[in-house]
DNA sequence: ATAAACTTTGACGCAACGTGAAAGTAAAGA
DNA sequence: TCTTTACTTTCACGTTGCGTCAAAGTTTAT
């Protein structure tokens, strides 16, 4: 069954301008073009659609997206999995929201006043969702639900000094690590130092202040699409060298 | 207690350059300036800012929650009550997504077939929704609750045919309207056309089938700023003209 | 007194399209 | 078979809601 762009954007809920869009960028390429150049998009297409939606919605830029579905490894059954757990926090958080506004309308309706911190104490957790988007599921399914919750809590508890020095510290990786690729050498000094300064900025999410927690995440960097996008910006292949780097800087290399 | 843009953007979870930005477009103005010119934000504003990201949750642009915010009528426990409405509609979709990409995720892990209408089930309700960011909170503070959610219910039930019948009368409303105008005279034949084209388009979402409901959607024609530049956009003053000819038709002119 | 953090205004850049134009193709209607 | 309508192509400008940077001033901490 092969649909033409106005007929898929009726499918999907989208416009042909977004479908065109998608081409452009090579996000969503039609899986052949009729004699007359007209795109059409066969039943691929369709389920890769379905996949740039859900990711879509969960807030994820159109170029991680891109760099997700096009991964050799991408793996639809677990990205599904992964949507549904980033959809149900998602919900959760709504929840928070709900229950906030129920709270505002009671207090008003009793005349009862409310803090200013618990006015925003919903929107608040949308610093906290960001991140959770970026990481929260990965970590999550890798070291369980509590240490996300600690992470959470401790950002929740983090002054803005912390907060700004945990962006600096994530900068100066993305830099470093940058640096290192030009040497090619994981066990260089400078790829060492990325390692070093990841640790430092890992600090601040995680209890966890072991090696082999360490190298465990690494690892995750290069077999999860979002952490490998994220990092490949920098370079195709930074998070395979940003794990190896890590690997020998935990002594975990052949383990 | 008064807050500075720092604080008041920590409290909040947004970021200071919002903040600037809902002052500059006279969205959030602060209570006060300081004798230096800096802004300070006292109890009114964080409730205004409370409000402000309620609806900027439910994804209504800044000019439309600037208009809503400022106007002398704004009842805030209300538009509370509104948002409680609509962040339970907005878990709904959600929930819809849910149970999507678990079906998804079940057809998948059993070798099943999902036709693709199946696929997009749940994204396709986000053409409701953007609707509803667009008109149904204006409609919902004029007309009330029950009439947009019974708008949004028939747009629901409703076939591709019906909506495209909607749609091309919709078109036709703009048509029968261009031409209208350059015979100048409401009351006039063509016009007149216009208006009762207008009506035909209205029954599909409205169950207000009376002269009184029509004349006072034609009234917030040229009092609503994106109404009129809807309809201008076919000329200038179309929108009034539209309204003079609604109130001709249904014989509201007078009164 | 100095440094750090925060503030002001101004301004350019960006993502993800919306919208319009000009010209070609496909499908429906007379 | 011709005409009309609907859809397609590419190109390009505009929009929103900020992010980010710069230069200079003010407040707070050391």
Redesign the interface.
């Known amino acids: 069954?092969e649909y033409t762009v106005h007929e898929l954007a009726?499918?999907?809920?989208?416009t042909s301008r977004t479908l065109r869009y998608y081409d452009e960028i090579g996000l969503l390429k039609p899986g052949r073009l009729s004699e007359s150049g007209y795109r059409l998009y066969g039943p691929r297409e369709?389920?890769r659609?379905?996949q740039i939606?859900?990711y879509r919605?969960l807030g994820v830029d159109l170029e991680t997206i891109k760099q997700i579905v096009h991964s050799p490894s991408f793996d639809?059954?677990k990205a599904?999995?992964q949507?549904?757990e980033q959809?149900?926090e998602?919900?959760r958080h709504?929840?928070a929201?709900?229950a906030n506004?129920?709270k505002?309308?009671g207090a008003?309706?009793r005349g009862i006043m409310m803090s200013?911190?618990e006015?925003?104490a919903a929107?608040?957790?949308?610093?906290m969702e960001e991140n959770e988007q970026k990481y929260g599921e990965e970590i999550r399914q890798k070291y369980g639900e509590e240490q996300v919750n600690r992470s959470n809590e401790k950002l929740r508890n983090m002054t803005?000094e912390q907060f700004d020095e945990a962006e600096k510290l994530s900068k100066d990786v993305l830099e470093a690590l940058k640096e290192a690729m030009l040497s090619g050498d994981p066990g260089g000094e400078a790829a060492q130092r990325a390692a070093d300064l990841h640790r430092q900025w890992l600090s601040f999410w995680w209890d966890h202040d072991s090696k082999e927690a360490h190298a465990g995440l690494a690892r995750l960097y290069v077999e999860d699409e979002r952490f490998k996008a994220y990092y490949d910006r920098v370079h195709p292949g930074a998070a395979e060298f940003l794990k190896e780097a890590i690997l020998i800087y935990t002594g975990m290399k052949d383990r």
Chains 1, 2 share one sequence.
């Open positions: 069954m009726r499918l999907a809920g989208v369709v389920d659609l379905q939606l859900f919605e639809e059954l599904l999995r949507h549904r959809l149900l998602k919900r709504l929840d929201l709900i506004v129920e505002t309308i008003k309706e200013d911190k006015k925003f929107f608040k957790e949308r610093l803005k």
